[in-house]
């Protein structure tokens, strides 16, 4: 069972997800992952498929520059943390303008993300968004 003190480190590190995310910040985004564990995973809700290792997310960050007037936001956080490991289950709503379709669009996703403690510093190992499925995939133009 957790303590208060890793709730708290946790919920920092959501809330840091959620800050970057917002301001399109993919470098602190990307400081968020362990770089150099062979195994990440990050499902993303608009991909077929899980994008598997260090290099694919990073490529996937970078493609954030069609992204603008991000707003992100979450609700009922979970958080548990066992040993050097944690998790955490969010609801977000996200809303941003993407170009080329130089529209709003807004995304209504459940959120889980696995954290693993590497140098006295928690980092996401696994990331998964799923769409709310009155909303499904791709988000909706709003």
């Not at 003190?5 to 985004?29: C, F, G, P």
């Not at 944690?86 to 170009?99: K, N, P, R, T």
């Not at 993300?113 to 499925?133: L, Y």
Request: include cysteine; charge should be negative; hydrophobic fraction near 40%.
């Amino acid at each position: 069972m957790a303590t208060e003190k890793q709730k708290q480190e946790i919920n920092a590190m959501v809330e840091k997800w959620r800050a970057a995310t917002s301001a399109i910040d993919v470098r602190t985004l990307k400081g968020l992952w362990d770089q150099k564990d062979p195994s990440l995973v990050y499902i993303a809700e608009e991909n077929d498929k899980a994008l598997m290792g260090w290099p694919a997310i990073s490529n996937y960050y970078d493609s954030f520059s069609s992204m603008a007037n991000a707003d992100w936001k979450y609700s009922d956080l979970v958080v548990d943390v066992a040993g050097d490991v944690a998790y955490a289950f969010c609801y977000s709503l996200g809303q941003a303008d993407i170009e080329p379709e130089k529209r709003r669009f807004e995304y209504d996703m459940r959120i889980t993300f696995v954290f693993r403690k590497a140098a006295g510093q928690w980092k996401i190992i696994h990331f998964h968004e799923s769409p709310n499925p009155r909303v499904g995939p791709g988000g909706r133009a709003i």
